[in-house]
């Protein structure tokens, strides 16, 4: 062996046990699991419309007070949602129909057809996502506290800015 091979050999003998253990120690107990989300069972189950808001407030009924949820002035609509836990999920309701009229009114209907609707969900953190079969996907944020899903659509009249559902 020549004088300085040995010495040429200690450096590269040194990075490999560092690279060795770096890799080693940048390993993580990944077997492909994890933790289940607290949330899944408690957003299972069935969950029924209670609030369909709208922007600015409408006196739907024209009893002389406006209210911002339309379930309070159109007790016509109802919806509901069911979440099971083969991670699919059912909707049947029936639609509000907003038709603007002028100078910003609008008339508002119930759909005289119940809508069904399913697909598949999963909860990430506190967010629901259905996705229908056609691939659409609404998010719904789930608050344990007051027990509600709620979509925000986040559109003035004539659209929607939230659905809130309850349990």
């Keep these: ?12 003998k040194r990075f490999l046990i560092l690279l060795l253990s770096l890799s080693v120690l940048g390993c993580s107990d990944d077997d492909g699991g ?9 957003v299972l189950g069935t969950w029924n419309l209670t609030e369909l808001t709208v922007s600015p407030a409408q006196d739907i009924n024209e009893d002389g007070a406006s209210t911002t949820n339309i379930l309070e ?10 979440l099971r ?3 699919t999920w059912t ?11 002028t100078g910003g009114l609008f008339k ?16 990430q953190g506190n967010l ?10 609404t998010q719904f944020t789930f608050n344990s506290t007051d027990n509600t899903l709620t979509n925000i659509i986040g559109e003035n009249l004539p ?7 309850s349990k």
């Design 1 to 12: 062996m020549r004088p300085g091979a040995l010495k040429s050999i200690l450096p590269m």
């Design 34 to 42: 994890s933790e289940p989300n607290p949330n899944f069972d408690l």
């Design 73 to 82: 002035e159109l007790t016509c609509i109802s919806a509901r949602i069911t």
């Design 85 to 87: 836990e083969d991670n």
């Design 91 to 101: 909707y049947t309701g029936n639609d509000v129909i907003i038709t603007t009229i």
């Design 108 to 123: 508002f209907f119930c759909s005289d057809e119940t809508r069904n609707d399913g697909g598949n969900w999963d909860v």
């Design 128 to 137: 629901v996502r259905l996705v229908d079969a056609t691939g659409n996907l």
């Design 159 to 165: 659209g929607l800015q939230a659905e809130i559902y």
